[in-house]
């Protein structure tokens, strides 16, 4: 099963947690990517932690993912060095067109695109227009049993309505169905072909390791 790697970075970054993830994980199979540590909201200060961690995770033999923050759109992304994009930054932000734009730039480029912070059927829409490959959210992993059962029922609401629109789930109304960009650290060969959903990407949290 295809899983992931948050940084905890939202509620309060602990390296010496975050180090110690990366030994646990280092090498294990299915990992799509390890969130290299960022700061909330600001682009500048993510990039400076990337350009820092992003041979550390991958001295651990795991790809990584930039968290995209406000203000990332007009910056250099160091796209040759990253696996995912990762959406996180102020609401509205990751819900404008500056995100939306990233999504579709990294896309375009091969990359997985994952949103962060998806608690709402209205949210799990919006990740789904914008093309992501994957999603989280705090409400699935901690209330599992309650939460999870309700947001797979959304996924394939979002789902069918893209399809009934004339798009594929995973793909997204501006890239078109057509797209297939080999993804080829996944276990899908072609984009578009299923979305993955919080029950098939695991989102692992650093202060958690599980």
């Known amino acids: 099963m295809p899983w992931a790697c948050d940084n905890a970075a939202f509620s ?8 110690r993830m990366l030994d646990r994980v280092a090498g294990q199979a299915g990992c799509l990517w390890v969130a290299a540590p960022d700061v909330v ?5 993510t990039l400076d932690l990337f350009q820092a961690w992003e041979p550390r995770i991958r001295g651990h033999r795991l790809r990584v993912a930039l968290v995209a923050q406000d203000g990332l759109e007009g910056r250099r992304v160091p796209w040759s ?3 995912a994009l990762f959406l996180g930054g102020s609401t ?3 819900e404008g067109d500056a995100a939306r734009t990233l999504a579709q730039r990294a896309a375009a480029r091969g990359k997985l695109v994952h949103m962060g912070r998806v608690n709402s059927l209205r949210r799990i829409k919006l990740a789904a227009g914008f ?5 989280d959210g705090s409400g699935f992993s901690m209330f599992p049993d309650a939460r999870l059962p309700k947001g797979l029922r959304w996924v394939e609401q979002a789902a069918g309505e893209l399809r009934a629109a004339g798009h594929t789930p995973g793909v997204g109304p501006e890239r078109g169905p057509s797209s297939t960009a080999r ?13 993955r959903t919080g ?5 692992r949290d650093a202060d958690r390791g599980s």
């Open 199 to 203: 029950h098939e990407a695991i989102h």
């Open 12 to 19: 309060g970054f602990d390296e010496p947690a975050f180090g």
């Open 92 to 94: 509205a932000w990751k």
């Open 131 to 135: 093309g992501c490959d994957s999603i």
């Open 41 to 45: 909201g600001d682009a500048d200060a």
């Open 81 to 83: 060095r990253l696996d």
């Open 183 to 195: 993804l080829p650290f996944s276990n899908r060969p072609t984009r578009g072909r299923s979305w």
